[in-house]
């Protein structure tokens, strides 16, 4: 069974430029989720993939955009890129057997790609 | 508005020591409350979690109390070793564990 796997790991831009970032799910799983994690604080949620749509979306502007692929994988888009984008952005993948069924809560975080803008 | 709010910031405790760290939330709505544990360049792994209707869950030498009154809930290591040295993050999510809320994290530092 492999874990999530996330690419880039490390990465440098320039404000304005735009990045991707990508995740594999881990196997079986087919829920996404991007977080951002600044220096020194907790994972902020930026939004999350279920079945390639849009589950929720936390307060981030339109220029974080996101896609999730029919094997579950996942890319985090974002565009004019400013100062304050740098951070870890993490991935994690889960299950979820819909509405009524047993879910479990646990997110599979993969290591994160470490963006910095200059 | 900070949804869920960590304390300390950092900790030191002696090997064979416990650690406890301390969250506060505001959401009542909030159904599900894990422990993350982050170790330098790798991802935060599930520790352990609680739901509502328990007021206290144990795994090993891990344990959460959960306070639904206050909307508080701590993490007590027991017996506390320098392989726990990472940094711990509490979180809250509601029924559809679409979004997770997670503290600012504890540096916990084991001498050894």
């Known amino acids: 069974e492999t874990g999530v796997t996330q690419s880039p790991t490390h990465l440098i831009k320039t404000r304005g430029q735009q990045v991707t970032l990508r995740c594999s799910s881990q196997?079986?799983?087919?829920?996404v989720s991007w977080y951002q994690q600044a220096l020194g604080q907790g994972p902020q949620f930026i939004f999350q993939?279920?079945?390639?749509?849009?589950?929720g979306r936390g307060n981030f502007p339109p220029r974080f955009s996101g896609l999730q692929f029919p094997n579950y994988s996942s890319e985090l888009n974002v565009n004019a890129l400013e100062l304050d984008d740098s951070a870890l952005y993490l991935c994690a993948s889960s299950l979820d057997l819909g509405q009524g069924a047993l879910r479990t809560g646990e997110l599979f975080f993969g290591e994160g790609s470490r963006l910095t803008v200059l | 508005q900070q949804q869920v709010k960590q304390s300390p910031q950092s900790l030191i405790v002696q090997k064979g020591g416990i650690s406890i760290i301390n969250c506060a939330y505001e959401n009542t709505a909030f159904d599900y409350f894990p422990w993350y544990q982050q170790f330098p360049g790798k991802g935060p792994a599930l520790l352990i979690a609680i739901r509502p209707d328990v007021s206290e869950k144990k795994e090993g030498r891990f344990t959460i109390s959960f306070n639904k009154s206050a909307k508080q809930f701590s993490l007590h290591i027991m017996d506390s070793q320098p392989g726990d040295s990472a940094t711990y993050f509490c979180a809250a999510a509601g029924w559809s564990f679409n979004k997770f809320y997670f503290g600012s994290g504890t540096k916990l530092n084991v001498k050894p």
């Open positions: 196997s079986g799983h087919n829920t």
């Open positions: 993939y279920y079945r390639e749509e849009e589950n």
